[in-house]
């Protein structure tokens, strides 16, 4: 059975660290990450006790780059499908900067994102 929403982003937040996955659902695998946790990314950043929009932002650029090696890019035609209320909800009012600032590095670096259920909502944040 094959998904019409093969490709989903999910991101992780933690008082210390984000993380961003897009998932291949029909396999149930993860096809690429990024995450503040590696060495390469912590050390570019002043994180000390808590992330910001621009680690998330940092870690969106990386994801992008990641996807692009492995030719993903366009998510196989269909595109990486974010539901941003979702994750909103899921993470928290507080994060919702972090969530748009990921997904916004995805788009500027030629990352085909769909956005999910998305209504011109006011905790959008303009960049």
């Known amino acids: 059975m094959t998904v019409l929403k093969r490709y989903v982003l999910r991101l992780f937040f933690s008082l210390k660290y984000i993380t961003a996955?897009?998932?291949d659902r029909n396999n149930g695998?993860?096809?690429a990450t990024a995450s503040t946790v590696e060495h390469s990314i912590k050390n570019s950043l002043e994180c000390g006790r808590s992330c910001n929009a621009k680690a998330a932002t940092i870690v969106g650029e990386v994801l992008a780059m990641r996807l692009k090696v492995e030719g993903l890019e366009q998510g196989q035609g269909r595109g990486i499908h974010v539901d941003v209320n979702k994750e909103i909800e899921k993470k928290g009012f507080k994060n919702r900067t972090k969530v748009?600032?990921?997904v916004n590095a995805l788009k500027n670096h030629g990352v085909k994102?769909?956005?999910e259920d998305?209504?011109?909502n006011p905790s959008r944040p303009s960049f």
Request: hydrophobic fraction near 75%.
């Open 21 to 23: 996955n897009v998932v």
């Open 29 to 31: 695998r993860i096809v």
């Open 100 to 102: 748009w600032a990921v």
């Open 113 to 115: 994102v769909i956005l």
């Open 118 to 120: 998305f209504d011109e």
